[in-house]
């Protein structure tokens, strides 16, 4: 039975050996990281401190890019749990934008992301940062020195 022809109650088809990457619906695959990543989990939280720490002043990068760099592609929500629930002032999380340059932050917080990144030289087309100028390239293996 392929993928395509599954109904909604069927369990995954077991992986043919072990080590194999079983085959799971794509919705129970997005509800899974998306609980995943509400938690905090020490090992990739440490991992997203260090390449959020790698980002320049006058440079960023977005919370899906920061979350591929560490190893964990599918965890943009899980940087944005991280950075909100930190304490303040111990990482640079005006440096993290949403897709494409967007300050996803409402209100104060997004106005003081703001002043932060123009303070730091950072320019903005309108309401989103040039990421062609600004967007700071992650290297992963540059972060676990």
Aim: proline content about 8%.
């Amino acid at each position: 039975m392929t993928m395509s022809t599954r109904r909604k109650n069927d369990k995954p088809v077991r992986p043919p050996f072990p080590g194999a990457i079983p085959t799971v619906p794509t919705s129970q695959a997005k509800r899974r990281i998306l609980r995943d990543g509400a938690r905090a989990n020490e090992l990739r939280d440490t991992a997203f401190r260090r390449i959020i720490l790698s980002i320049p002043a006058g440079k960023v990068s977005t919370y899906g890019q920061v979350a591929a760099a560490a190893g964990y592609p599918l965890y943009h929500r899980a940087v944005a749990r991280l950075l909100r629930t930190d304490p303040p002032d111990h990482l640079p999380w005006h440096r993290v934008l949403g897709a494409g340059g967007e300050i996803k932050l409402r209100g104060e917080p997004a106005i003081e992301q703001r002043a932060r990144l123009k303070m730091e030289g950072v320019k903005f087309r309108g309401k989103l940062v040039n990421m062609e100028l600004f967007e700071h390239a992650l290297r992963a293996w540059e972060s676990f020195d």
